[in-house]
């Protein structure tokens, strides 16, 4: 008789939290490829579901929760599915989501990665296991992602963090801060390109502190190396920590063309109390001097920030102080966060503790402002030529495609599907708060 024809195992990855996640999730693809298994949008058609899990808010964490709670059904289904929870959450959590998931098989905190066929085969043979290890391996050329679809891709240059904001999880899910050697980010990025990556986000938590173990080439250095690899028309990197911007980081923004002008630069707060409890090491005077300093060698610049609302002791002299340093630093976009007590994390001792409504309050004027400074940045931008790295068809409105100017700001203008993945030359005609609208002025565009 002839042998049955085995269809191959397939693999659902659910990602949540940070981009740090994100291109965690397309290493633990590429080892999944590796092994055998295919990608299954469905989770209900998957063999294996892995949850990359983010633990910076307290309400990514609940998610976890009620997305493990809706593949329950599934596991009763089809008692060969292996269900894994991996990522920060894990990592927090460790043997404790085995106990209080009795369906779970396997939690894999983000160091273990590469440790992922070994737990497969005791998971397969019934052993339920919890991987944490506290040490972050050096991600050499053998964990390079070299696989990633469409013209934007992701490269980690260091892995950890070493800051401690008293607010923060993430320098204990992720352990100690290790970069990566320049010779292996060299070469997962030419790979990329090779493969028709045409954009590259550098990634790490704190990036300026980059320093490659071989050389001790900085952070600058770095970006001028890949900035030199062939095909590569776009370099991005997040995020930067305001301690460590360095002025060569500013100058090497101005000087390499294909360095995009855009600085994530979170403040966290404007009032220096606050910065100080949250061990943030650096005053709102020394913020919007490097932000001056931006704005000045780079005048195109788009800038971003996060700030968070509600630490302990915030009071509304601070809060107003949040305000008035968002309408002096004039942001882009700013990701506001109400804060939210973390395990491990020093500001959960601190007191007093702010009230979910004034939090919610706070949070609301933050964005009130910080949407009538987008929209008028944006409306700034009206008349201007730009040029667009077209992404592909709007979502919304037929006939029109999408791009990021090299500020990275978001546009939409006529045009056929043809454009995509092409730089084309573009009048912006409206600013809209999360958005430009513009006209092609010029045929096709180079490739
Ligand atoms: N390494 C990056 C940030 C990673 S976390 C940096 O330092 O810029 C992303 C954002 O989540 C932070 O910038 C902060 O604004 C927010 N955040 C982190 N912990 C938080 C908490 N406990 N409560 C509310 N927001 C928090
Ligand atoms: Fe968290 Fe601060 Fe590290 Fe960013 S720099 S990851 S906010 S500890
Ligand atoms: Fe979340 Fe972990 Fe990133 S906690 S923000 S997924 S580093």
């Given at each position: 008789?002839?042998?049955?024809?085995?269809?191959?195992?397939?693999?659902?990855?659910?990602?949540?939290?940070?981009?740090?996640?994100t291109?965690d999730s397309?290493?633990?693809?590429?080892?999944?490829?590796?092994?055998?298994?295919?990608?299954?949008?469905?989770?209900?058609?998957?063999?294996?579901?892995?949850?990359?899990t983010?633990?910076?808010?307290?309400?990514?964490?609940?998610?976890?929760?009620?997305?493990?709670?809706?593949?329950?059904?599934?596991?009763?289904?089809?008692?060969?599915?292996?269900?894994?929870?991996?990522?920060?959450?894990?990592?927090?959590?460790?043997?404790?989501?085995?106990?209080?998931?009795?369906?779970?098989?396997?939690?894999?905190?983000?160091?273990?990665?590469?440790?992922?066929?070994?737990?497969?085969?005791?998971?397969?043979?019934?052993?339920?296991?919890?991987?944490?290890?506290?040490t972050?391996?050096?991600?050499?050329?053998?964990?390079?992602?070299?696989?990633?679809?469409?013209?934007?891709?992701?490269?980690?240059?260091?892995?950890?963090?070493?800051?401690?904001?008293?607010?923060?999880?993430?320098?204990?899910?992720?352990?100690?801060?290790?970069?990566?050697?320049?010779?292996?980010?060299l070469?997962?990025?030419?790979?990329?390109?090779?493969?028709?990556?045409?954009?590259?986000?550098?990634?790490?938590?704190?990036?300026?502190?980059?320093?490659?173990?071989?050389?001790?080439?900085?952070?600058?250095?770095?970006?001028?190396?890949?900035?030199?690899?062939?095909?590569?028309?776009?370099?991005?990197?997040?995020?930067s920590?305001?301690?460590?911007?360095?002025?060569?980081?500013?100058?090497?923004?101005?000087?390499?063309p294909?360095?995009?002008?855009?600085?994530?630069?979170?403040?966290?707060?404007?009032?220096?109390?606050?910065?100080?409890?949250?061990?943030?090491?650096?005053?709102?005077?020394?913020?919007?001097?490097?932000?001056?300093?931006?704005?000045?060698?780079?005048?195109?610049?788009?800038?971003?920030?996060?700030?968070?609302?509600?630490?302990?002791?915030?009071?509304?002299?601070?809060?107003?102080?949040?305000?008035?340093?968002?309408?002096?630093?004039?942001?882009d976009?700013?990701?506001?966060?109400?804060?939210?007590?973390?395990?491990?994390?020093?500001a959960?001792?601190?007191?007093?503790?702010?009230?979910?409504?004034?939090?919610?309050?706070?949070?609301?004027?933050?964005?009130?402002?910080?949407?009538?400074?987008?929209l008028?940045?944006?409306?700034?931008?009206?008349?201007?030529?730009?040029?667009?790295?077209?992404?592909?068809?709007?979502?919304?409105?037929?006939?029109?495609?999408t791009?990021?100017?090299?500020?990275?700001?978001?546009?939409?203008?006529a045009?056929?599907?043809?454009?995509?993945?092409?730089?084309?030359q573009?009048?912006?005609?409206?600013?809209?708060?999360?958005?430009?609208?513009?006209?092609?002025?010029?045929?096709?565009?180079?490739?």
């Amino acid at each position: 008789m002839e042998a049955k024809q085995l269809s191959p195992r397939s693999v659902h990855i659910t990602t949540f939290g940070c981009q740090m996640n994100t291109y965690d999730s397309s290493r633990i693809m590429a080892i999944c490829e590796e092994l055998g298994f295919v990608s299954e949008a469905d989770p209900s058609k998957a063999d294996l579901i892995l949850i990359n899990t983010c633990s910076v808010r307290e309400k990514p964490v609940h998610k976890v929760y009620s997305v493990l709670g809706s593949f329950k059904h599934l596991k009763r289904k089809n008692p060969g599915l292996i269900l894994g929870v991996a990522g920060c959450v894990a990592q927090q959590e460790g043997k404790k989501l085995l106990d209080q998931v009795p369906y779970l098989d396997l939690v894999m905190g983000p160091k273990a990665i590469e440790d992922l066929p070994e737990l497969l085969q005791d998971a397969a043979s019934g052993k339920r296991r919890s991987h944490t290890p506290n040490t972050n391996p050096i991600l050499g050329l053998k964990a390079a992602v070299t696989r990633q679809p469409g013209l934007k891709a992701m490269v980690t240059v260091m892995q950890g963090c070493d800051n401690f904001c008293s607010y923060c999880v993430v320098p204990y899910v992720r352990g100690r801060e290790k970069s990566r050697p320049a010779d292996a980010v060299l070469e997962e990025v030419a790979a990329l390109t090779a493969g028709g990556a045409r954009e590259i986000t550098l990634l790490g938590q704190n990036v300026n502190s980059y320093r490659d173990p071989e050389s001790g080439a900085g952070f600058a250095e770095l970006l001028a190396v890949v900035a030199r690899v062939p095909d590569l028309w776009r370099l991005r990197f997040t995020t930067s920590h305001p301690k460590d911007l360095s002025p060569s980081l500013i100058e090497a923004m101005r000087d390499i063309p294909q360095l995009m002008s855009l600085l994530h630069l979170p403040a966290q707060s404007g009032s220096d109390r606050i910065l100080k409890a949250m061990n943030r090491g650096y005053t709102r005077a020394g913020y919007l001097e490097r932000v001056a300093r931006l704005k000045k060698e780079v005048p195109d610049a788009a800038l971003g920030g996060d700030m968070i609302v509600g630490f302990p002791g915030e009071d509304e002299a601070d809060f107003q102080l949040s305000m008035e340093l968002v309408r002096q630093a004039r942001y882009d976009f700013l990701h506001s966060f109400i804060y939210s007590d973390r395990p491990f994390a020093k500001a959960r001792k601190m007191e007093p503790k702010i009230g979910d409504k004034v939090k919610k309050r706070r949070l609301a004027e933050l964005q009130d402002l910080q949407r009538d400074i987008s929209l008028e940045l944006h409306t700034a931008q009206v008349g201007k030529m730009e040029e667009v790295l077209v992404e592909g068809s709007a979502k919304k409105g037929q006939g029109l495609v999408t791009g990021r100017t090299r500020a990275g700001r978001a546009v939409n203008f006529a045009g056929g599907p043809e454009l995509v993945g092409s730089l084309v030359q573009v009048e912006i005609t409206e600013g809209r708060i999360n958005s430009l609208m513009a006209r092609q002025v010029d045929q096709g565009g180079s490739t």
